[in-house]
């Protein structure tokens, strides 16, 4: 599942077109308590997560940051159940790069945004670009895994069964640990459009000789 983003347009560094106009003072407010019950710091930058459109209001919140002159993105994301064996959760993940945006961001509501989760590791991306998918021995677009809520390295381990981010011959999670940490992961079924995804870690591939599975 690939999401579709909807990045800000900038007229300048940090500066965008035509802001809507409005009340500042409520868009800071309005996003300080959003940050703080929503949000979830990582190397790349801040990730708000909005579960249904209205919790919270994902159209709201971009607005308050077009407003305030706030570079982000907005796409459509997936989070694991709050119980096991529940489809995903879909929703709507806004975006805050590092860098000039997040410091924007940081002048308007600094108390809020040192209140937010801070993801381990704390240098993760956004996306899970540091894995190595491989199906039949090919590489697979790092792409493919896109679609995930960018708070994946602070799931439980069964979160990350269900979202089909461990192996499932030994239940080794392959989420990488560390920017750096790249670990091969092969699609049981390149074929398949099925969700979750289903992976071998490479000692489970290497036992199965190569053979379909």
Sequence with gaps: ???????TRAAGPGKLRNPPSGDPGAARRRLAGTVREHGTLLGAGLAIWCDTPT???????????????????A?????????????PRAGVE??????????????QIPLALRQ?????????EFDLAAWELR????????GAMLGLAADWPTWQDWQATEMGL????????????????????????????????????????????????
């Design 1 to 7: 599942m690939t999401p579709t983003a909807h990045p």
């Design 55 to 73: 919790v919270p209001d994902a159209a709201m919140l971009t607005a308050d940051l077009t407003l305030l002159q706030i570079p982000h993105r």
């Design 75 to 87: 796409l459509r994301a997936v989070r694991p159940p709050r119980r096991p064996r529940r489809p």
């Design 94 to 107: 806004v975006r805050i790069a590092q860098g000039r945006p997040l410091q924007e961001l940081q002048d």
């Design 116 to 124: 937010a989760t801070r993801s381990t590791p704390a240098d993760s």
């Design 135 to 142: 199906a039949e021995g090919a590489a697979v677009p790092a």
């Design 166 to 213: 461990a192996c499932t011959g030994c239940r080794t999670d392959l989420r990488p640990r560390t920017g750096d940490d790249i670990r091969p992961a092969f699609l049981r079924d390149p074929n398949s459009a099925s969700w979750p995804v289903r992976l071998l870690c490479g000692a489970c591939r290497r036992r199965c000789g190569g053979r379909r599975w």
